[in-house]
């Protein structure tokens, strides 16, 4: 699993390449840590690569969304596959997060 995490057009965009299972979830949620403090920035988190996720991984989405959310800011997910999309429907977490 790779995390890279860089700064666009004023915001914090993580992306994400492999598969964010339970293995490399400490890891990754290491790598984000820079989300998790960001204070007036929005977050994207861009899921073009992400092959995979487990409940793991929701568990990071999900600490960041409040994280983030009670600094005033947005989380947006971008570019999750068909395969990602479904674990988010499954679990509701489509509806917890905006998509672009």
């Known amino acids: 699993m790779k995390t890279t995490i860089l700064e666009q057009d004023g915001n914090l965009v993580a992306m994400l390449e492999g598969r964010l299972d339970t293995a490399a979830a400490p890891e990754t949620e290491q790598a984000m840590k820079p989300l998790f403090d ?10 073009t ?3 995979y996720i487990s409940s793991s991984g929701l ?14 800011g947005h989380v947006y997910i971008r570019g999750i ?3 990602v999309r ?15």
Do not use: P, Y
């Not at 960001?38 to 899921?47: A, L, N, R, T």
């Not at 679990?91 to 998509?99: Q, R, S, V």
């Open 59 to 72: 568990r990071i989405f999900l600490s960041i969304l409040h994280s983030v959310e009670q600094k005033g």
């Open 38 to 47: 960001s204070e007036g920035k929005d977050i994207i988190i861009d899921c």
């Open 86 to 100: 479904t674990v988010f429907a499954m679990t509701g977490f489509i509806n917890l997060f905006e998509f672009k």
């Open 49 to 51: 690569d992400l092959e």
């Open 81 to 83: 596959n068909e395969k």
